[in-house]
């Protein structure tokens, strides 16, 4: 949760007006894929029956970009973005959509995922890029979402969920105000993380192959990262966000076929040589983040605190919480009630809950204007009253909001459940609202994240005998072999540059 990254994906009436903006040209979109057309698809150079025009889809690319930064914030490294958005545009222009712009972005969190949304976009993780051992591997995944995109299956796979997702959109949680509280950008997410079949991902790891080839770096070393994110057991989604593999069904034996392509492209093209560049890929990402940011919030002993905006507040025990750049969400297992905690663009607690209360279209049962710690806030509670779009029943739900001055600016807690157990779970919410606090412990204030560290093999030895050399904790060894896709066993040169997790 960051504060500037937060004033620009707050609830306030322009953000609301832009998901309804958005929602509705979404709906227009999905109508007008019932009108069918044929196009030749860049890759096969056949006819196929497709849904959306190439103009349609670079709309739809530049409409979910923000989404999809809102969501997880970018991540700050020039030097590294400009690597990728260079080698990308070569890439791109040899691709088989070579006039299509292709933009790339590196996302702020440490799920290791890559993805392509329609219209040329491409986003790596800063996890992903931290697994990387070297540029090859990057050029590999970055062809392969390359020719997710170039072979439209984006436009073919987004297609076929948007009908779907739009239907569903009404009906989450328990009515349509209630979605806007977990905010429609958070749970778009789905359709942006697109599941591919088996077909479509044989046919992008045959088109990274070959983009990879075309710009001359050894795609071998794609198919030893596929064996790497086996090794890490990723099916299943971190945190709610999903992982390569979650997003990238494993369609059988990659890495023999992608071993196959790749000694054919190589054949094929014939060049002296083919480029990995281990080292310079190391310590281009020497210092990127590993793991979580604790400057960006953390939790420890169920209380979540944020260092760089000096605040805390408990976390109800056994309830998950999901911490993004637009807010912090906290909820029970069985998704019965949910906490939402964000800040306001309005300067007093006044102007926040008048905004709040009229862009969630909520009716305002209680108001009081009172302390939280010192700090002037303003208690509600509201209600909506909704009809299921399923059942055509009507369904109410209550809101217990606080609203806190702090530091210039005003936090904003939303406790919504069903009316039915709102005096349930009254009291947790308000738990968790009044005991929001000022942060001043210097050991939750100075929290640093870890890094990689790259570090050079003085001597030569297994890599178990290296780690220790380089004063690597034996807890750590593990993770870090896996880190370096090196096993401890395994001999390592003098000089070698081998990753370490360091501050």
């Not at 054919?264 to 590993?290: C, F, P």
């Not at 009254?426 to 204030?445: A, G, V, W």
Request: proline share 4%; hydrophobic share 40%.
């Amino acid at each position: 949760m960051n504060k500037e990254k937060m004033m620009i994906q707050i609830i306030n009436t322009k953000h609301m007006k832009l998901i309804q903006t958005i929602r509705i040209a979404i709906v227009v979109l999905v109508a007008s894929l019932l009108i069918p057309s044929c196009a030749i698809n860049p890759v096969t150079g056949k006819k196929q029956l497709m849904l959306i025009s190439e103009a349609q889809e670079v709309e739809m690319g530049r409409q979910y970009d923000p989404q999809v930064i809102a969501t997880f914030g970018q991540y700050t490294d020039n030097t590294l973005l400009q690597f990728i958005q260079a080698k990308g545009n070569d890439m791109g222009k040899l691709s088989h959509r070579p006039n299509l712009q292709y933009h790339f972005r590196v996302l702020d969190t440490p799920v290791v995922n890559a993805f392509a949304v329609p219209g040329g976009y491409i986003y790596f993780t800063r996890g992903i890029l931290a697994q990387f051992n070297n540029e090859a591997e990057l050029m590999g995944v970055l062809g392969h979402e390359m020719g997710h995109i170039t072979a439209r299956h984006t436009v073919s796979t987004q297609s076929k969920q948007q009908l779907g997702q739009i239907l569903l959109m009404g009906g989450m949680i328990a009515s349509e105000k209630f979605a806007q509280f977990a905010g429609y950008a958070m749970q778009g997410m789905e359709l942006l993380f697109l599941k591919f079949s088996r077909d479509n991902e044989r046919e992008a790891d045959r088109l990274g192959v070959e983009y990879a080839s075309r710009i001359r770096y050894d795609a071998q070393k794609m198919a030893d990262f596929f064996n790497v994110l086996n090794k890490m057991n990723m099916d299943s989604d971190v945190g709610g966000v999903p992982t390569f593999l979650s997003t990238h069904p494993d369609p059988g034996d990659r890495y023999n076929s992608v071993s196959h392509l790749t000694k054919t492209w190589k054949d094929s093209l014939g060049y002296s040589s083919w480029a990995v560049n281990e080292d310079n890929y190391l310590r281009m990402i020497d210092g990127i983040v590993y793991g979580e940011d604790p400057r960006q919030g953390f939790v420890d002993g169920n209380v979540f605190y944020h260092p760089d905006l000096k605040f805390r507040f408990p976390v109800p025990a056994g309830w998950a919480l999901q911490n993004s750049p637009i807010q912090v969400q906290m909820a029970p297992g069985d998704g019965s009630a949910l906490v939402i905690f964000t800040l306001a663009q309005q300067k007093s607690a006044a102007e926040a809950a008048e905004t709040a209360l009229n862009d969630l279209s909520l009716s305002l049962l209680d108001s009081k204007r009172t302390t939280v710690n010192g700090m002037n806030a303003i208690a509600t509670v509201s209600q909506q009253v909704s009809q299921n779009q399923q059942t055509g029943q009507q369904q109410a739900i209550k809101v217990l909001s606080y609203f806190i001055e702090y530091g210039g600016a005003v936090y904003v807690f939303h406790g919504v459940t069903a009316d039915a157990s709102f005096n349930t779970y009254f009291r947790t919410f308000e738990s968790t609202m009044i005991n929001f606090n000022r942060l001043t412990d210097p050991k939750k204030l100075n929290v640093k994240p870890n890094k990689i560290r790259v570090k050079e093999v003085k001597q030569a030895g297994t890599l178990a005998q290296a780690f220790r050399s380089l004063g690597v904790p034996q807890d750590q060894m593990n993770e870090l072999a896996l880190l370096n896709n090196i096993e401890l066993n395994q001999q390592v040169k003098s000089g070698k540059l081998l990753k370490t997790i360091g501050e």
